[in-house]
């Protein structure tokens, strides 16, 4: 039975090499793979985002100050 437990004991970790350096190393790497947007595109969606922004907050204003009319005409307190 002793043989049995030991083994099934689990092995303690090894500890990785490299550490902040290797890491820095990789992350270097993998931002060359990046294909980033010129700068027409990056342009054309932030003021894509920019109009979508005013709509819903023009859609939400609409909203809330009709809601609030409605209500105050159905409370009578006009």
Do not use: H, Q, Y
């Amino acid at each position: 039975m002793a043989e049995k437990s030991s083994k099934t004991a689990k092995k303690a970790p090894e500890k990785k090499k490299g550490g902040i350096r290797k890491w820095f190393k990789e992350l270097r790497a993998e931002l060359k793979k990046v294909v980033w947007p010129s700068k027409k595109t990056v342009i054309n969606n932030t003021g894509i985002v920019i109009s979508a922004m005013l709509f819903c907050g023009a859609l939400i204003w609409v909203m809330d100050f009709g809601l609030a009319t409605l209500l105050t005409f159905i409370l009578g307190k006009a």
